[in-house]
């Protein structure tokens, strides 16, 4: 089923763009009197009404995408004391001023272990008293598998 869904997804943008690039070779031609008038009309017009069907079946598909972006945007314009994200960015906004020292007095690990740790699920920490943030620069992905470990470290140490 998710193969289907991701070959879906992708015939659906694929011809949303062939749709749209058949709409402006069709306008261009109309536009400058190239070819049959009649024919290049006609196939604007099919083209067109393909292109919003397709837009409309993909919108209709990405429409939580839509209301996250919609929320987002309100939260920005209205300054909104605790903004709508996803509940990952909510996590990693969390923990990216703290620093692995602290998390690890925190969490009552030992600093040695935990970096250990962290280094084995490669995730490369420079300096233990700089925050995360600070540490892993921009990636999200090597923040949230280091406040993962940090985690399991605590509550599940057996594994």
């Known amino acids: 089923m998710q193969k289907l869904q991701i070959i879906a997804k992708s015939m659906l943008i694929l011809l949303l763009l062939f ?3 058949s709409m402006v070779i069709s306008a261009i031609c109309l536009s400058f009197g190239i070819g049959n008038v009649l024919f290049f009309a006609r196939l604007h017009q099919i083209v067109g009404t393909c292109f919003m069907v397709l837009l409309i079946i993909h919108f209709i598909h ?5 209301l996250k ?3 987002q945007l309100t939260d920005v314009c209205f300054k909104q004391k605790y903004p709508s994200y996803c509940n990952l960015d909510r996590l990693l906004m ?4 703290v620093t692995v020292k602290e998390l690890a007095e925190k969490l009552c690990l ?7 740790e962290l280094h084995q699920g490669r995730v490369n ?3 233990p008293n700089k925050t995360f943030r600070e540490n892993l620069k921009d990636n999200d992905e090597r923040l949230f ?13 057996n594994q």
């Open 110 to 116: 030992p600093l040695t272990y935990l970096l250990t």
């Open 62 to 66: 990405r429409r939580r995408k839509a």
């Open 145 to 157: 598998s280091a406040i993962t470990i940090a985690l399991k470290l605590r509550f599940n140490p």
């Open 125 to 127: 920490i420079t300096d």
């Open 69 to 71: 972006q919609i929320a």
């Open 94 to 97: 969390t923990f990216e001023h």
């Open 19 to 21: 749709s749209l690039i």
